[in-house]
């Protein structure tokens, strides 16, 4: 993880700006929130923190992220903006959330969101579970990541696929299915909204209450993702 962004996160946000769609859309979302105790899993350069600092002093920001070259530039870019005594960050990964030991807090959240990462992480459904495992009742799961470019030109999807998988990322079509089925399930609620034409999208997962056993996904839903 380290060595592919050693060089590539000095350069990371003035190129992920043109393909990563949907994510300022989302952090105005969470911007309309009353405030609460937020979480970024794989916060990269904080690029998105710092706006939510911006546009919504009334949260309590944290980022947590597996590379520690990232969060070394994540730091300098919360000292840039004047915010990083507002933001806390931890390294650790997403499918072995530890808010104590990683983030040095033991709470749940208000708000987790993803931007972008699932489609990087092999072991998604276990950073999924792990998120929904530390959410708050009443509190909300957000994500915004690539869909299947379904509604663009054909071989749109072929195309991009192909370029992001020389960065270890992949669409994970399983992962849309995960979070409609969450949708049945008691003290459950999820909703999926495109981005341009299918391109990416935005999901939304409520946890209305406390469930009384541990989040479990069922194989037809993760297998082959």
């Known amino acids: 993880m380290d060595r592919m962004y050693r060089w590539t996160r000095h ?3 003035l190129t992920r700006r043109h393909y990563l769609l949907g994510r300022n859309r989302l952090l105005r979302q969470i911007a309309r929130r009353s405030g ?22 009334q949260h309590t920001l944290y980022g947590l992220d597996a590379s520690r ?3 070394s530039t994540a730091r300098k870019s919360t000292g840039q903006a ?3 005594t507002a933001v806390t960050l931890g390294q650790g990964l997403a499918e ?8 040095g ?21 276990e950073a999924l579970e ?18 299947d470019q379904a509604k663009l030109p054909p071989g749109t999807g072929t195309l991009l696929q192909g370029w992001l998988s020389l960065f270890g990322a992949k669409p994970r079509p399983k992962l849309i299915s995960t979070i409609r089925w969450l949708d049945t399930q008691r003290g459950l609620s999820s909703a999926v909204v495109p981005v341009a034409r299918r391109y990416g ?10 469930p009384d056993r541990p989040f479990f996904f069922p194989a037809c839903c993760t297998s082959a993702s």
Request: hydrophobic share 45%; proline share 6%; with cysteine.
């Open 69 to 71: 070259a990232m969060l």
């Open 130 to 147: 792990a998120a929904l495992t530390h959410l708050s009742p009443g509190g909300q799961l957000y994500i915004v990541d690539f869909w």
């Open 105 to 125: 807090v033991d709470r749940t959240f208000d708000v987790i969101f993803f931007s972008y990462v699932l489609s990087m992480i092999p072991s998604w459904a």
């Open 201 to 210: 999208y935005i999901a939304t997962v409520t946890l209305q209450k406390r």
């Open 11 to 13: 350069v990371y946000d």
């Open 36 to 57: 609460g105790h937020v979480l970024e899993i794989g916060c990269g350069t904080a690029r998105n923190l710092c706006l939510l600092h911006e546009t919504a002093p």
């Open 96 to 103: 072995s959330l530890d808010p104590p030991s990683q983030l």
């Open 82 to 84: 004047g915010c990083a």
